[in-house]
């Protein structure tokens, strides 16, 4: 399943082997969910925060769950709903009539890992105050602000399928996630396993777990990112990740009917995701380099949600997904 397993352990740095431990631990409660568990690791190392878009009941919110679990640090999960407040996420100022002073009560956002659950579900406000303190990772109430801690990572889900009472995100705020991650339906062997690993759950309620785990520190996963910041990255790769963003501005370059159908490309932002997440794949999966292969297996996540169609594009029925595949094909590996 996980392929890159080959690479023998002994190999590994200290932070790489831990990395390996909980990507373990988490495939064995999320099964068959390889790729979304990849993904949550490598917005870890890349010091980014995700989105999961799936439909109901393909473990969103499991994965995520699992995963805080698994690293040191405090968890807050917030359902959103129609009704949530902006300030119900950063906090609100409370009056203490004692001494009739204000003091800060701190929202559901000062936490290491926030799980945004159901994301569309509440208006543009709330979904605003979220995307703000993800990217400025401070909050600002009154004239006072706030700083969110050191590891500070919002994982958001949300479900494709249902449109009505839900409210889709800002397209211009949207690049704040640095992995826009896709997961479908398990394959017929992984549902049957998923089946068993339910029922032992359901059987096993209020019994401890049998599986210990000794949660990642916050030091390793410091140390883990600092290695990936340093990890070798030839500079034809360079080129070639500056090419595949640049190629999302001047489509045109690349076929006419690129210059047709996007409106607008990729901001530096995409490409600083692209090196840190091409970096954090390379690490993860054992290697002391950069290859191709990781630049274009995590491409497709870090643009979908940073390019505008056209109306032209809409009405070709061509999704970013398609484009950002077309482009992939065009620019030039060196
Ligand atoms: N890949 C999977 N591995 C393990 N359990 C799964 C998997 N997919 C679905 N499940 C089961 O289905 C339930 C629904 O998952 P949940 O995380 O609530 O879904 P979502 O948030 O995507 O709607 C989980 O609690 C789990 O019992
Ligand atoms: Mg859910």
Redesign the pocket.
């Known amino acids: 399943m996980i392929v890159e397993h080959e690479i023998p352990t002994s190999s590994l740095s200290p932070a790489q082997q831990d990395l390996r431990r909980l990507r373990q631990f988490v495939a064995g409660?999320?099964?068959?969910?390889d790729l979304l568990i990849e993904r949550m690791l490598i917005a870890l190392l890349a010091d980014g925060h995700i989105l999961v878009e799936?439909a109901?009941?393909?473990?969103?919110?499991?994965a995520i769950n699992v995963l805080s679990q698994g690293i040191e640090g405090d968890f807050h999960r917030i359902q959103f709903t129609p009704d949530l407040l902006p300030a119900d996420l950063t906090g609100t100022e409370i009056y203490r009539p004692q001494d009739g002073s204000f003091h800060f009560q701190m929202g559901p956002l000062f936490h290491n890992l926030v799980l945004a659950d159901e994301i569309n579900r509440s208006p543009a406000k709330v979904q605003s105050a979220l995307l703000e303190a993800m990217a400025e990772r401070q909050i600002t109430v009154g004239r006072v602000t706030y700083g969110l801690p050191e590891l500070f990572m919002v994982m958001a889900?949300q479900n494709p399928i249902e449109q009505e009472g839900t409210y889709p995100l800002p397209e211009a705020q949207l690049d704040r996630f640095m992995l826009y991650i896709r997961i479908g339906y398990?394959e017929t062997r992984?549902e049957r396993e998923?089946l068993h690993?339910?029922r032992n759950e359901a059987r096993r309620k209020g019994e401890t777990a049998a599986t210990e785990f000794q949660p990642l520190s916050q030091a390793v996963l410091f140390a883990a990112r600092r290695e990936v910041l340093d990890l070798y990255l030839a500079e034809s790769l360079e080129e070639y990740l500056l090419q595949l963003v640049l190629a999302t501005r001047d489509p045109g370059a690349y076929g006419a009917e690129f210059a047709r159908w996007l409106q607008y490309g990729a901001s530096p932002r995409a490409t600083i995701a692209l090196d840190r997440c091409a970096r954090a794949r390379a690490w993860l999966n054992g290697r002391d380099f950069v290859s191709p292969e990781d630049i274009q297996s995590i491409a497709p996540d870090v643009l979908r949600h940073r390019l505008i169609l056209s109306y032209e594009a809409e009405a070709d029925g061509v999704t970013p997904d398609r484009l950002i595949g077309e482009l992939l094909r065009r620019v030039a590996v060196p």
């Open positions: 409660q999320v099964l068959g969910q799936g109901p009941g393909l473990a969103k919110t499991r889900t398990p992984h998923i690993l339910v």
